[in-house]
């Protein structure tokens, strides 16, 4: 009897065990859809919003849809690019014909800054452009390291001249985009640098290699007057591109998005600078990402204009945006261009990597 009973006791146990295993996904499953996969990428819909479109380019845009992004393409106001206007009339071109594809963001020049005629011009550019669909305002490094006053003194961005701009903007509920300052790279000689990029970029460009230029705002004064604009404005909607130039150090970033709850920044061209601090500290990068998963945006800072080859860029920017990928959806280990060192992707969660390519752009940029 006894045994009897203990055979079908163990009967009921082992289907009791099948219809548990039935029930709950195992531990293998579970996992498996926690993470995306490097042939996910095409699959994901994402966002890239810093990229420079200045010509009418089909090319760029088949590339971002074979690749499932979708763009935001900034205007802005070196001396090197087509005036602001024509970018403008670019853009407006470019979202008649692929209203689902792409966005853009205006910019403002300082023509006329230091007269009577400068903020109200401003003021009716700024107008007009939202009026046409603007969901963004590029404000660029010329404030800080180009733009002077009448006594030769550089004007910083937190000049009162320029905060009725800034009231405009977010009285009108645009996102304010700043490229404020330049790397910390770019107070160092050229040898200290630390990825190849800057290096590159640096040698070719010693206008803004500000090793050279003792005399103007130093590192710190561009960090400090964009920490001050924050201070005087702080319900603006911000997204400091390029990691806000604090892209040496997450912990320095961190102080800035714990101190402003409406500043969010872009990894545009910065990606190297993480990927760099990974080499010496993984686990630091990786918990900065998750933390702060809410504030960062996925750019590349990619541009096209009229001499672009479209066979050279699309075969450059198809890889680079995949070496992104497999950083932070692997933890393989993995060369990338700017240093020699290997690194070791960061595997984020599915939930962090949405953030990061689609809804926060959505979120920080309303309106994409």
């Known amino acids: ?18 219809a548990q295993s039935q029930m709950k996904p195992s531990k293998a499953n579970k996992s498996s859809t926690k993470f995306y996969t490097l042939q996910d990428f095409k699959s994901v819909e994402k966002y890239d919003t810093h990229v420079h479109i200045n010509t009418y380019d089909t090319a760029f845009i088949n590339l971002a849809k074979a690749d499932n992004f979708k763009l935001l393409t900034v205007n802005v106001n070196p ?18 014909s692929f209203p689902e594809q792409v966005a853009y963001a205006t910019t403002f020049t300082v023509k006329d800054w230091g007269t009577d005629l400068w903020l109200p011009q401003t ?47 977010e009285k009108n509920n645009v996102t304010l985009i700043g490229h404020l300052g330049e790397p910390k790279n770019a107070w ?29 705002p130093s590192y710190q004064d561009q960090i400090d007057a964009r920490d001050k604009m924050l201070e005087k404005h702080p319900t603006i909607r911000f997204v400091g591109v390029h990691l806000g130039s604090l892209e040496w150090d997450v912990d320095e970033l961190a102080k800035r998005l714990d101190k402003f ?13 993480l990927q760099y601090q990974t080499i010496n500290n993984r686990q630091k990068v990786y918990d900065f990402m998750v933390k702060y998963q809410d504030r960062l945006i996925y750019a590349t800072d990619n541009s096209v204009g009229k001499s672009a080859n479209p066979a050279e860029y699309k075969k450059r920017f198809h890889e680079r945006r995949l070496s992104d990928w497999k950083y932070f959806v692997s933890d393989d280990e993995m060369n990338v261009p700017d240093f020699q060192e290997k690194i070791q992707g960061l595997k984020l969660p599915k939930v962090v990597i949405d953030k990061i390519y689609r809804t926060n752009a959505e979120k920080w940029f309303p309106g994409i």
């Open 123 to 169: 003021l009716a550019y700024l107008k007009n452009s939202f009026s046409k669909g603007a969901i963004g305002v590029k404000i660029w490094k010329n404030i800080g390291m180009e733009l002077r006053d009448k006594d030769g003194k550089f004007v910083m961005v937190n000049d009162a001249r320029l905060d009725p701009v800034f009231d405009f903007i």
């Open 79 to 96: 001396s090197t690019y087509p005036s602001v206007d024509n970018q403008e009339n670019v853009s407006l071109e470019l979202i008649k």
């Open 188 to 216: 160092l000689p050229v040898e200290q640098m630390t990825v190849s990029g800057d290096k590159s970029y640096f040698s070719k460009n010693p206008k803004y290699h500000m090793y050279l230029h003792p005399e103007y």
């Open 1 to 18: 009897m006894k045994t009897k009973f203990l055979y079908l006791s163990m009967i009921c146990l082992l289907f009791y065990s099948k």
């Open 261 to 273: 709850p409406n500043m969010a920044v872009d990894m545009a061209e910065r990606i190297c600078h």
